[in-house]
């Protein structure tokens, strides 16, 4: 495996599953934007080479670092609507549930929204489909030698998959082996093995999709169109369905209603997660959290991110000149203003992060006539923040060691666009 292919999978796995925000999107301009920026960086800067016994290391920094900076510009965008003041966008409505094991939910309205408070009682989630296999012995050899060629259908789609079976092969390497091919083909399926107290396992297969539509029977299905294949299913029970999916029923505001999962919107206002089955009669009431605490709430948002990009700062950087870099960056917007932070509340440590204290906090939004103080400094804050995180997602790689090779000439010098993607994180392997 080639140095670039670890990093990527370094990316899928360990962000590949991050929601995305709607502030992931953008406008052409401000692609555009983006660009320029990148190329004028580029153009500046020297020319430069990495230590090769460190480049792997670099990537995988590099990209903690992007996704940081984005973490943050997201939060800070969330914040800065268009149109609204600092004081609107910390007081933006966040929902409210009052029984979150029951049932959680996400505001994703704006405040001319006039949805209204609902409560909702949960009858059933919806289930994925579940196939549990025979429990085989996992050093016994129940399959014969030989090429297999067997069928899954996938809601409307079809997979054929071929499988090699080697001679006086392990029912467990078997199992394995197929799970991981089922797996690796990515639609939708996850595998993993099941075993019971006396040591033999069964081969479990889960769908990635819950619930049913009303012309459908099950969301998968294994088979075979010759006597070998059909062999192979039978003996690991391919398509014995231990869990049927279903799909979620709830009462909102007392009406009946079902979806095929157990994440939806109401109204495009709220994002509604059902986690487990109400309790007797009793519902959970859905509305938005009191001012205070939904102020306190939007600053302690962009705070934790905050600290969350010092934090991988130290942990995760590739060398000790690159955190001093980067940690200094990101908490100069918090020491600018350390003192003003202080007063609301919001306490700079000696390593950068920031503790909020709730008492002085809530002291300083409960003052009206300390209010615009307030805001003023959680403006500076935000400002200095947005600075500070455009400038390291636009070159991430400011912050890992270098050796320079060339100092351009200045006034004389020009763009080399090959070069511009390492400004924005992306890394090529040597061959490229």
Request: glycine content about 4%; some cysteine.
């Amino acid at each position: 495996m080639s140095a670039i292919d670890s990093v990527y999978n370094y990316y899928l796995s360990t962000y590949g599953s991050n929601d995305v925000s709607r502030y992931d999107s953008h406008k052409k301009s401000e692609l555009r934007n983006v660009w320029n920026n990148i190329v004028k960086v580029n153009k500046e800067s020297p020319l430069y080479i990495l230590k090769d016994d460190d480049k792997e290391s670099v990537q995988k920094f590099v990209i903690d670092v992007k996704e940081s900076a984005r973490s943050l510009n997201n939060v800070i965008s969330s914040l800065t609507p268009d149109g609204q003041n600092i004081q609107e966008a910390f007081e933006k409505k966040i929902a409210s549930s009052s029984d979150p094991d029951v049932v959680s939910a996400k505001y994703i309205g704006d405040d001319e929204d006039t949805t209204e408070p609902f409560t909702i009682h949960v009858n059933q989630l919806a289930k994925s489909q579940i196939n549990i296999g025979r429990f085989l012995e996992p050093d016994a050899s129940s399959i014969p030698e030989g090429d297999y060629t067997f069928n899954l259908d996938y809601l409307s789609n079809q997979y054929e998959f071929q499988f090699h079976v080697g001679e006086d092969e392990s029912n467990r390497s078997i199992q394995n082996r197929l799970g991981n091919l089922i797996s690796n083909a990515k639609i939708g399926l996850s595998s993993s093995l099941v075993e019971d107290p006396d040591g033999t396992a069964a081969l479990k297969l889960e769908s990635a999709q819950t619930g049913l539509a009303e012309n459908e029977e099950t969301i998968f299905s294994v088979s075979a169109d010759n006597a070998p294949a059909q062999n192979l299913i039978n003996i690991l029970g391919l398509d014995r369905i231990s869990q049927q999916p279903q799909n979620s029923n709830f009462l909102l505001n007392g009406n009946e209603k079902s979806s095929y999962s157990n994440s939806f919107t109401i109204n495009k206002s709220f994002e509604i997660t059902l986690n487990g089955v109400s309790p007797d009669e009793a519902a959970t009431d859905i509305g938005f959290k009191p001012s205070f605490d939904a102020i306190e709430e939007n600053i302690s948002s962009l705070i934790d991110t905050y600290n969350n990009a010092v934090h991988n700062a130290y942990e995760k950087s590739s060398s000790e000149s690159a955190t001093r870099k980067l940690v200094t960056d990101l908490t100069s917007s918090a020491f600018t203003v350390k003192n003003d932070l202080e007063s609301i509340g919001l306490m700079t440590q000696s390593d950068g992060t920031i503790q909020v204290d709730k008492g002085l906090l809530y002291e300083a939004i409960s003052k009206e006539d300390a209010q615009e103080e307030l805001y003023d400094v959680l403006s500076k804050f935000r400002d200095n923040l947005s600075a500070k995180a455009a400038a390291v997602s636009l070159d991430p790689m400011r912050y890992v060691d270098k050796v320079v090779v060339e100092y351009k000439h200045p006034g004389h010098n020009f763009t080399t666009p090959y070069v511009a993607s390492v400004y924005s994180g992306m890394m090529l392997d040597d061959y490229c």
